[in-house]
């Protein structure tokens, strides 16, 4: 029987400096959700990988007197090691900068001029290197007397230049339409209506390609230009999966993806730019955006510009992986920006960890290694408190199911816990040790 097929990615990272905790946080929750559709039997493909051209990078490779291929080939590495150090479960790893990627980006774009999509018109208007995004007049504000994009507070810059346009003024409704119809399509809702706000007031064309720099891959049959490095960066996700060959058996699978995972702050680029693209290029949507929260440090977004990165891997070094991922699901509500603190982690590492679940294991295999010859006893008859026990588990299934396919992680996480809690309580309540005396067969049941 064919396996039902499941495709989740997360975004795909610059490699313009070290990995933080924000690129970290995208990637454990995508890789949740990966490990637990596989536990349900779901044929599970996971992307991650690096975003490596355009102008942002460019510079930080000149900064660094390095050539941008080297620069990314030595920073991609970094992200590499980090899906090794989080324990992620991903299928593959994709870089902008290989074959298979350039091949796919020059087909969407072909496709794009072929459906009459692309004009050549020139550029002006403010342009952040940070987001790699361009600005209207109405979302920039003036900063001890510099310019600033409102949303994201990064520098911008004025740029006039020949340029291909996309005309994405063209799909406000085809999008509107379409987010009526997948009511799931953005999650969770409350960032689902900013971008139908967005998309309400109308959009303009869109410009694709950039002639002032040359790191990117060319645009067909005019070199002068490179793509843009968002509609570049957006493709990787049918690149993995051997697009342009559409009648490959990954794509075939896998195409539409799931659920791409992503921070709100890119959102718009993946509900509004990334459908129209398809749409322009005849190919299918994907079902489903999820756009999660910032990580807070000292309630202030973590940013290499910021200063107050909790860097990811010493705090694995001292306090281990899977304590960092059960903390950051645990403790940031999956859409809502949420502040960590090492304080915190080790709160939570001592009472959930070690006092709940650690405890729990630590009685019963003691007990079992004393008491049962280091061999899980076998059950007879169950009583009520064992029934209610197992119900409460068996019974939860469906919900933790939904839950989990709504990436509501959060409540998941809490159920999960809460088993754990039950378990203590029934093992005081049964008090095994002291049945242990008179009855071996109810001691058996009681630690099984
Ligand atoms: N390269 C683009 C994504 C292209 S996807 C086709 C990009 N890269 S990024 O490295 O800047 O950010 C990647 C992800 O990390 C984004 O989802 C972003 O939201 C997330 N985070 C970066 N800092 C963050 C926090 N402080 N908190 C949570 N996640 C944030 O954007």
Known sequence: MQKNKFYISTPIYYPSGKPHMGHAYSSIIADVIARFKRLEKYDVFFLTGTDEHGLKIQREAEKNNKNPKLFCDELSTKFKELTKILNLSNNDFIRTTEKRHHDSVQEIWNRLLKSGDIYLDKYSGWYSVSDEAFYDEDEIEDKNGKKISKSSGSLVEWVEEESYFFKLSTWSNKLLEFYKKNPNFILPVSRKNEVIRFVEKGLKDLSISRTSFTWGIPVPKDKKHVIYVWLDALTNYISALNFPNIEDKKYKDFWPA???????????????????????????????????????????????????????????????????????????????DGSISLENLKNCINNDLANNYGNLCQRVFSFIKKNCNNKIPSSTKLNDADKKLLNNLKNSLPKLISLMN?????????TVVNFSFEANKYFNDSEPWAVKKKDTKRMNTIIF
């Open 406 to 414: 709504n990436q509501d992680l959060n409540e998941y996480i809490k």
């Open 258 to 336: 799931d659920v791409h995972i992503i921070g709100k702050d890119i959102l718009r680029f993946h509900a509004v730019f990334w459908p129209a693209f398809l749409l322009a290029a005849k190919l299918p949507l994907p079902k489903r955006v999820f756009g999660h929260g910032w990580i807070l440090s000292d309630d202030k977004k973590m940013s290499k510009s910021l200063g107050n990165i909790l860097d990811p891997i010493e705090i694995i070094e001292k306090y281990g992986i899977d304590q960092l991922r059960y903390y950051l699901v645990k403790e940031v509500s999956l859409g809502n």
